[in-house]
């Protein structure tokens, strides 16, 4: 029942979602390639960044409320209702494909078992680390106040943070529920998993459909309310858009190029690294477009979307990247320290993309390189979004971004490389088996993988589902187990009068007071405090409205050690690794 009943809303969502995104692409008319699953993907990535304009807008003045967050649900389903007889007519009318061979069996096989392992890690209890340090903290506290707020006790105050509006209404309307942000983060992964297959299915043939639907659909984040996959939604959908554009005759055309730029708007009114996919999709635009008129219309579809955290950040910083543009527009809440410890935290996690989309090498000697325009086009995309990325993090999660197209792409380089072997292989056997042999082979490596992979799929499974909390109980011992401090911080989050000052236990973030302060970078960083004597930050803290320290266990012995810490500091709580301390000189008259 509790996974029908988040299910169950998410299914309400999607269909408010192709309500208003569907209302918007029938007035477009039908592409060059019509596609009746592509356009409702694209309906619903339409939506979802419908959505996230209203909630923002809202927010901007104060007024983001629960009943805000119902009205636009009811009325996307209102305006669905009426739409869904023509689209089932679509449906029905749609071309019917040729008969599935066995290779492209055992493909949607695949896929469709590893979409079956997606579907219950989005249920348990938030406990991913980026999601519990600022996404959901964020979330909550535009959800609280009903406006988009500077909560500068967060790691990132100042990023743009467009689908975590999305994670704040949830949370406004769900009681509490905070498991319903997962599924929104889930539904950009599996709306990107559709849009990858079909359009290898346009472009290509079903085989690499459902590989590059399968490698993206592996690689993606299914268990947190994260955003990169929310931003990967919006760049594949955004380049669909734009070929979409290529492929239409003006002015038809021109509505599609809009198209893409708001969706580009709503990625990078999401996550800074979106930017680095504008320089290649701008001089595509530019190549092909030079109308005045036109490209207006696509800028302000750009800016409305992300135009606000940019010109918030510049007017009320200098600085409209911040904090990454520090170097060029000058420090704010980060100082130069912090800047170095983030780019150096960034190079400790450097690393190679996953070998699944190394295959890319290999697309230009596919036979389908030179009949696909649309192929060399994502390979110019892949290349140039490797390049970009090499030159400037190799950190593999800044690559999300443009892992759709890479792993579409790769799919190509990968039926390129089977193939050859394929056809070597042919050559070495006699000539009596060569028309049956391989065939006889491969169909029986193909189902010994599938059963494997069934098996391995049943296993995952069964750990998601173990992962599920529907009791209070259940909820506690799964955050005990997977949060570091989380017993202490909500400790303090119940009995806490005063400011909590958390040190090396960020991971527990949204489970501790709100706020409460205490990072390694930020005006509020350890090093500020922690590095002077125990009398001396003791009576910082206590200056500045702090009440209790939170201290993971390691720091907290460290702390313990120094003279005169336990004349400044009393033990209060402790529990799971870590300590909960009453600053001694705190007194309740003073101000929080």
Same mark, same amino acid.
């Given at each position: 029942?509790?996974?029908?009943?988040?299910?169950?809303?998410?299914?309400?969502?999607?269909?408010?979602?192709?309500?208003?995104?569907?209302?918007?692409?029938?007035?477009?008319?039908?592409?060059?390639?019509?596609?009746?699953?592509?356009?409702?993907?694209?309906?619903?990535?339409?939506?979802?960044?419908?959505?996230?304009?209203?909630?923002?807008?809202?927010?901007?003045?104060?007024?983001?409320?629960?009943?805000?967050?119902?009205?636009?649900?009811?009325?996307?389903?209102?305006?669905?209702?009426?739409?869904?007889?023509?689209?089932?007519?679509?449906?029905?009318?749609?071309?019917?494909?040729?008969?599935?061979?066995?290779?492209?069996?055992?493909?949607?096989?695949?896929?469709?078992?590893? @979409?079956?392992?997606?579907?219950?890690?989005?249920?348990?209890?938030?406990?991913?680390?980026?999601?519990?340090? +600022?996404?959901?903290?964020?979330?909550?506290?535009?959800?609280?106040?009903?406006?988009?707020?500077?909560?500068? $006790?967060?790691?990132?105050?100042?990023?743009?943070?467009?689908?975590?509006?999305?994670?704040?209404?949830?949370?406004?309307?769900?009681?509490?529920?905070?498991?319903?942000?997962?599924?929104?983060?889930?539904?950009?992964?599996?709306?990107?998993?559709?849009?990858?297959?079909?359009?290898?299915?346009?472009?290509?043939?079903?085989?690499?459909?459902?590989?590059?639907?399968?490698?993206?659909?592996?690689?993606?984040?299914?268990?947190?309310?994260?955003?990169?996959?929310?931003?990967?939604?919006?760049?594949?959908?955004?380049?669909?858009?734009?070929? $979409?554009?290529?492929?239409?005759? #003006?002015?038809?055309?021109?509505?599609?190029?809009?198209? #893409?730029?708001?969706?580009?708007?709503? @990625?990078?009114?999401?996550?800074?690294?979106?930017?680095?996919?504008?320089?290649?999709?701008?001089?595509?635009?530019?190549?092909?477009?030079?109308?005045?008129?036109?490209?207006?219309?696509?800028?302000?579809?750009?800016?409305?979307?992300?135009?606000? $955290?940019?010109?918030?950040?510049?007017?009320?910083?200098?600085?409209?990247?911040?904090?990454?543009?520090?170097?060029?527009?000058?420090?704010?809440?980060?100082?130069?320290?912090?800047?170095?410890?983030?780019?150096? /935290?960034?190079?400790?996690?450097?690393?190679?993309?996953?070998?699944?989309?190394?295959?890319?090498?290999?697309?230009?000697?596919?036979?389908?390189?030179?009949?696909?325009?649309?192929?060399?086009?994502?390979?110019?995309?892949?290349?140039? #979004?490797?390049?970009? $990325?090499?030159?400037?993090?190799?950190?593999?999660?800044?690559?999300?971004?443009?892992?759709?197209?890479?792993?579409?792409?790769? %799919?190509?380089?990968?039926?390129?490389?089977?193939?050859?072997?394929?056809?070597?292989?042919?050559?070495?056997?006699?000539?009596?088996?060569?028309?049956?042999?391989?065939?006889?082979?491969?169909?029986?490596?193909?189902?010994?993988?599938?059963?494997?992979? @069934?098996?391995?799929?049943?296993?995952?499974?069964?750990?998601?589902?173990?992962?599920?909390?529907?009791?209070?109980?259940?909820?506690?011992?799964?955050?005990?187990?997977?949060?570091?401090?989380? @017993?202490?911080?909500?400790?303090?989050?119940?009995?806490?009068?005063?400011?909590?000052?958390?040190?090396?236990?960020?991971?527990?973030?949204? +489970?501790?007071?709100?706020?409460?302060?205490?990072? %390694?970078?930020?005006?509020?960083?350890?090093?500020?405090?922690?590095?002077?004597?125990?009398?001396?930050?003791?009576?910082?803290?206590?200056?500045?409205?702090?009440?209790?320290?939170?201290?993971?266990?390691?720091?907290?012995?460290?702390?313990?050690?120094?003279?005169?810490?336990?004349?400044?500091?009393?033990?209060?709580?402790?529990? /799971?690794?870590?300590?909960?301390?009453?600053?001694?000189?705190?007194?309740?008259?003073?101000?929080?």
């Amino acid at each position: 029942m509790f996974a029908a009943a988040h299910y169950a809303a998410l299914v309400v969502f999607v269909a408010s979602c192709w309500g208003f995104g569907r209302a918007v692409l029938v007035r477009f008319g039908a592409p060059a390639r019509p596609d009746v699953w592509l356009e409702a993907a694209m309906a619903i990535t339409t939506g979802i960044g419908i959505f996230i304009c209203v909630f923002q807008a809202f927010g901007i003045v104060g007024w983001f409320t629960p009943t805000v967050v119902v009205a636009m649900v009811a009325l996307g389903v209102v305006v669905a209702i009426p739409q869904l007889p023509s689209w089932l007519r679509q449906v029905r009318m749609r071309e019917v494909p040729p008969a599935l061979s066995w290779l492209e069996k055992t493909g949607m096989i695949a896929l469709v078992l590893l @979409a079956v392992m997606t579907l219950a890690a989005p249920l348990a209890p938030p406990a991913v680390f980026d999601e519990l340090m +600022y996404h959901l903290p964020y979330a909550r506290e535009v959800a609280h106040s009903g406006k988009l707020g500077i909560y500068e $006790w967060l790691r990132y105050p100042w990023f743009p943070y467009n689908y975590n509006l999305l994670y704040a209404g949830a949370l406004m309307v769900g009681n509490g529920n905070d498991v319903f942000p997962h599924l929104l983060n889930a539904l950009a992964g599996w709306t990107s998993v559709l849009i990858v297959y079909r359009l290898g299915v346009m472009h290509i043939n079903r085989v690499v459909a459902c590989v590059g639907a399968a490698i993206w659909l592996g690689m993606g984040d299914y268990t947190g309310a994260l955003i990169d996959t929310s931003v990967a939604l919006m760049v594949i959908a955004a380049c669909a858009a734009l070929w $979409w554009w290529r492929e239409s005759p #003006s002015p038809q055309g021109a509505r599609w190029l809009a198209l #893409s730029a708001f969706f580009l708007g709503i @990625a990078v009114g999401s996550k800074y690294q979106a930017l680095t996919v504008l320089p290649l999709l701008g001089v595509f635009v530019l190549w092909h477009e030079r109308r005045p008129r036109v490209l207006a219309v696509a800028l302000l579809c750009f800016l409305i979307p992300c135009i606000y $955290w940019y010109a918030r950040n510049a007017i009320m910083t200098g600085d409209p990247f911040n904090p990454i543009g520090a170097r060029v527009f000058g420090f704010t809440n980060w100082n130069a320290s912090d800047y170095h410890q983030q780019l150096q /935290d960034v190079r400790d996690h450097a690393s190679l993309p996953t070998p699944l989309i190394w295959a890319v090498l290999a697309v230009p000697f596919s036979a389908h390189w030179k009949r696909s325009a649309a192929l060399r086009a994502a390979t110019v995309f892949c290349i140039y #979004s490797l390049f970009v $990325w090499t030159l400037t993090s190799r950190y593999p999660r800044y690559l999300v971004p443009s892992f759709p197209m890479l792993a579409l792409t790769a %799919a190509v380089g990968w039926q390129t490389v089977f193939g050859g072997i394929a056809a070597k292989l042919r050559q070495t056997m006699p000539e009596r088996d060569r028309s049956g042999g391989l065939d006889r082979v491969g169909r029986w490596l193909a189902i010994l993988l599938l059963v494997v992979g @069934a098996g391995v799929v049943f296993h995952k499974t069964r750990e998601k589902v173990s992962m599920i909390a529907t009791t209070p109980e259940q909820r506690e011992a799964f955050l005990r187990k997977n949060v570091p401090g989380y @017993a202490v911080m909500n400790y303090l989050r119940e009995h806490a009068t005063g400011r909590v000052y958390q040190i090396a236990l960020s991971e527990a973030t949204y +489970y501790g007071p709100s706020p409460v302060w205490g990072d %390694a970078l930020g005006p509020w960083r350890y090093s500020d405090f922690i590095i002077f004597p125990p009398a001396d930050y003791a009576r910082k803290l206590a200056e500045k409205g702090f009440e209790a320290i939170a201290v993971s266990l390691p720091t907290a012995t460290y702390l313990e050690a120094q003279p005169g810490f336990s004349e400044q500091f009393a033990l209060i709580y402790e529990k /799971d690794n870590a300590k909960a301390y009453r600053i001694r000189q705190y007194r309740n008259d003073r101000a929080p």
